[in-house]
């Protein structure tokens, strides 16, 4: 019976589909051929702060438990963002791209990711509920553009999820003194790239996903743990490194000029993500108002000048030409005659890997319960357990595919779908945040809108042009530049003077608005255009896919949710 409490294990088909539009052949048939009005409803609605703080936790059915300080914020900083890809990517980049200026890559690097932190921190303090980006895209932009965005999370996270577990077991075969490979087994029935299954990294990600859905308090305090560890081997061997050092390896400093500098730039660039975990733990925060901002920022900003303190000891412990791309810190520990610092540099990276599947976990089980919570994908997902306080059910969601993943998918073949989704996202949140700030519904003058529209648009296609310039590699010709530039800084001066503010944040606000937001904006569409085209191709493939679960499912389960047609449970 309706109101009767029951269990949190459930499988009937209205738990999954409870939306009046699937519950029979003939509903659905009809619901399809509403498509296009549905879809322009959808693309116009926009949710509101009140109805993603209060009326969408309802449908979780339990609170989640406010456990969590600053001080577990910060380490859970730490813990999400400090893995494998410094260890990785830095004697990478170093060898392949920058030379010893791969410290300014990563000068460049964080100074874009904080950029992203400012504009996520003011959004988690005013709005703090587990959906994260999403929840902030779907007040500001829309279903929509939240559910493009919200794809491109989840692929992050599941792919993201089996890249680290493949790599625990490449660096957990270091430390036992044996190759990458060893403790994956090889079957000839698969293909090249699928054929070396990694048992251990399934085991993994599954023990860090069930310590995730024990308890957040737990889990935070193991974070704790791990990351302190982690973050003594990381002083090593920044202290280390300038004992050991030469300054004349940093000569030449910028062997592939600028541009390797920018193209190594956008591949570290993602050594720092995973902060964004940080704003769905919101919902499970004591004071959001002041931990948040303590949390992201502050642990950022440690984080930044930890990695260019590394990439410097590591630049002058060795001639960039002699930089191991695979085993970077190890091999220059041994260089130096240190040969026992690679078992340290692999016990680090072990750690750091851990504690990022732990914080990824908490994070993409958050995203995925708000995501369930709006019914853009099945609410069973939503629910939380009334005991532990977690949403166990969006946890195995995330974990069953990322597990799967890293059994058959060897490393390569996931990196290569990393890149571009992390920054279209952290594009998005700054410009929902200019929307935030300049547009109110039924409030901002439709002159001060249209304004405000094409001040956008000058800022955003500027900043593409600039970034597709930069793409021509047209060496010593800066005439582009002078045209892209000012484009950008007439943009938002636009915006400065001819567009008023509609709306302050409450409590903690983005400094410097609108530059910041229209930088931020800027700088990830510039290290967009530093990628690959094939990225770009996959970016394409993937967002079709999401688009057709979109039109099929998502659209008419948001918009029976938005005029509440679902049919009672039983």
Same mark, same amino acid.
Request: hydrophobic share 50%; net charge neutral.
């Given at each position: 019976?309706?109101?009767?409490?029951?269990?949190?294990?459930?499988?009937?088909?209205?738990?999954?589909?409870?939306?009046?539009?699937?519950?029979?052949?003939?509903?659905?048939?009809?619901?399809?051929?509403?498509?296009?009005?549905?879809?322009?409803?959808?693309?116009?609605?926009?949710?509101?702060?009140?109805?993603?703080?209060?009326? &969408?936790?309802?449908?979780?059915?339990?609170?989640?438990?406010?456990?969590?300080?600053?001080?577990?914020?910060?380490?859970?900083?730490?813990?999400?963002?400090?893995?494998?890809?410094?260890?990785?990517?830095?004697?990478?980049?170093?060898?392949?791209?920058? +030379?010893?200026?791969?410290?300014?890559?990563?000068?460049?690097? +964080?100074?874009?990711?904080?950029?992203?932190?400012?504009?996520?921190?003011?959004?988690?303090?005013?709005?703090?509920?587990?959906?994260?980006?999403?929840?902030?895209?779907?007040?500001?932009?829309?279903?929509?553009?939240?559910?493009?965005?919200?794809?491109?999370?989840?692929?992050?996270?599941?792919? +993201?999820?089996?890249?680290?577990?493949?790599?625990?077991?490449?660096?957990?075969?270091?430390?036992?003194?044996?190759?990458?490979?060893?403790?994956?087994?090889?079957?000839?029935?698969?293909?090249?790239?699928?054929?070396?299954?990694?048992?251990?990294?399934?085991?993994?990600?599954?023990?860090?996903?069930?310590?995730?859905?024990?308890?957040?308090?737990?889990?935070?305090?193991?974070?704790?743990?791990?990351?302190?560890?982690?973050?003594?081997?990381?002083?090593?061997?920044?202290?280390?490194?300038?004992?050991?050092?030469?300054?004349?390896?940093?000569?030449?400093?910028?062997?592939?000029?600028?541009?390797?500098?920018?193209?190594?730039?956008?591949?570290?660039?993602?050594?720092?993500?995973?902060?964004?975990?940080?704003?769905?733990?919101?919902?499970?925060?004591?004071?959001?108002?002041?931990?948040?901002?303590?949390?992201?920022?502050?642990?950022?900003?440690?984080?930044?000048?930890?990695?260019? &303190?590394?990439?410097?000891?590591?630049?002058?412990?060795?001639?960039?030409?002699?930089?191991?791309?695979?085993?970077?810190? @190890?091999?220059?520990?041994?260089?130096?005659?240190?040969?026992?610092?690679?078992?340290?540099?692999?016990?680090?990276?072990?750690?750091?890997?851990?504690?990022?599947?732990?914080?990824?976990?908490?994070?993409?089980?958050?995203?995925?319960?708000?995501?369930?919570?709006?019914?853009?994908?099945?609410?069973?997902?939503? &629910?939380?357990?009334?005991?532990?306080?977690?949403?166990?059910?969006?946890?195995?969601?995330?974990?069953?595919?990322?597990?799967?993943?890293?059994?058959?998918?060897?490393?390569?073949?996931?990196?290569?779908?990393? @890149?571009?989704?992390?920054?279209?996202?952290?594009?998005?949140?700054?410009?929902?945040?200019?929307?935030?700030?300049?547009?109110?519904?039924?409030?901002?003058?439709?002159?001060?809108?249209?304004?405000?529209?094409?001040?956008?648009?000058?800022?955003?296609?500027?900043?593409?042009?600039?970034?597709?310039?930069?793409?021509?590699?047209?060496?010593?010709?800066?005439?582009?530049?002078?045209?892209?530039?000012?484009?950008?800084?007439?943009?938002?001066?636009?915006?400065?003077?001819?567009?008023?503010?509609?709306?302050?944040?409450?409590?903690?606000?983005?400094?410097?608005?609108?530059?910041?937001?229209?930088?931020?904006?800027?700088?990830?569409?510039?290290?967009? +255009? @530093?990628?690959?085209?094939?990225?770009?191709?996959?970016?394409?493939?993937?967002?079709?896919?999401?688009?057709?679960?979109?039109?099929?499912?998502? &659209?008419?389960?948001?918009?029976?949710?938005?005029?509440?047609?679902?049919?009672?449970?039983?």
């Amino acid at each position: 019976m309706e109101g009767e409490e029951r269990g949190y294990w459930r499988w009937s088909k209205r738990d999954f589909f409870p939306e009046e539009s699937f519950q029979s052949f003939g509903s659905y048939r009809a619901a399809l051929s509403q498509t296009c009005s549905r879809f322009k409803n959808r693309l116009v609605s926009r949710s509101d702060d009140e109805t993603e703080r209060v009326e &969408l936790r309802k449908q979780s059915e339990n609170e989640m438990k406010r456990c969590l300080t600053w001080w577990d914020l910060v380490w859970f900083g730490f813990g999400s963002v400090i893995g494998a890809g410094i260890f990785v990517l830095t004697g990478q980049e170093a060898r392949e791209e920058a +030379g010893p200026a791969i410290v300014l890559s990563y000068v460049v690097s +964080g100074f874009s990711a904080m950029l992203s932190v400012f504009c996520y921190t003011e959004f988690s303090v005013e709005v703090p509920v587990a959906g994260g980006s999403f929840a902030y895209l779907r007040i500001e932009l829309g279903d929509f553009a939240a559910f493009i965005t919200a794809g491109n999370i989840l692929l992050e996270g599941v792919v +993201g999820t089996a890249a680290v577990g493949r790599a625990w077991t490449s660096y957990f075969a270091t430390l036992l003194n044996r190759n990458p490979d060893d403790l994956r087994v090889k079957t000839d029935t698969l293909s090249p790239g699928f054929n070396l299954l990694d048992p251990i990294a399934v085991v993994v990600i599954a023990a860090s996903a069930t310590i995730a859905s024990i308890s957040t308090r737990k889990t935070s305090l193991l974070n704790w743990i791990a990351s302190a560890v982690n973050t003594i081997v990381i002083l090593f061997v920044i202290i280390a490194g300038f004992i050991n050092a030469d300054a004349s390896n940093l000569t030449p400093f910028l062997p592939y000029g600028p541009e390797g500098v920018f193209r190594a730039a956008a591949v570290v660039y993602f050594a720092y993500t995973g902060f964004d975990s940080i704003a769905t733990m919101a919902e499970e925060t004591k004071n959001p108002s002041k931990d948040i901002p303590i949390g992201l920022l502050g642990s950022m900003s440690i984080i930044t000048v930890i990695y260019c &303190l590394m990439a410097l000891a590591l630049s002058m412990m060795q001639k960039y030409t002699d930089i191991d791309p695979n085993a970077a810190y @190890s091999v220059a520990f041994q260089s130096v005659g240190m040969k026992w610092g690679k078992y340290l540099v692999a016990l680090g990276a072990l750690k750091g890997m851990t504690t990022v599947l732990l914080v990824g976990a908490l994070g993409q089980a958050r995203y995925v319960t708000h995501i369930a919570r709006t019914h853009m994908i099945p609410p069973l997902f939503a &629910l939380v357990h009334p005991k532990t306080g977690t949403p166990i059910n969006a946890n195995l969601l995330v974990t069953i595919p990322s597990a799967l993943i890293a059994l058959f998918s060897g490393l390569d073949v996931l990196a290569s779908l990393l @890149s571009i989704s992390t920054l279209f996202i952290f594009t998005m949140i700054p410009l929902a945040l200019l929307v935030r700030r300049y547009y109110v519904r039924d409030v901002t003058p439709r002159a001060d809108l249209l304004k405000f529209i094409i001040c956008i648009l000058i800022v955003v296609i500027s900043s593409m042009c600039t970034s597709a310039y930069w793409g021509m590699n047209l060496k010593g010709s800066w005439i582009g530049y002078t045209i892209t530039v000012p484009f950008w800084f007439m943009g938002t001066l636009g915006i400065v003077f001819f567009v008023p503010q509609q709306r302050s944040p409450k409590v903690w606000g983005v400094p410097l608005v609108p530059w910041i937001p229209c930088l931020s904006i800027a700088t990830n569409i510039f290290l967009m +255009g @530093s990628l690959e085209a094939q990225a770009f191709v996959r970016f394409g493939f993937c967002t079709l896919v999401m688009l057709l679960y979109y039109f099929l499912f998502g &659209l008419h389960a948001t918009f029976d949710m938005a005029h509440q047609q679902i049919v009672p449970r039983s």
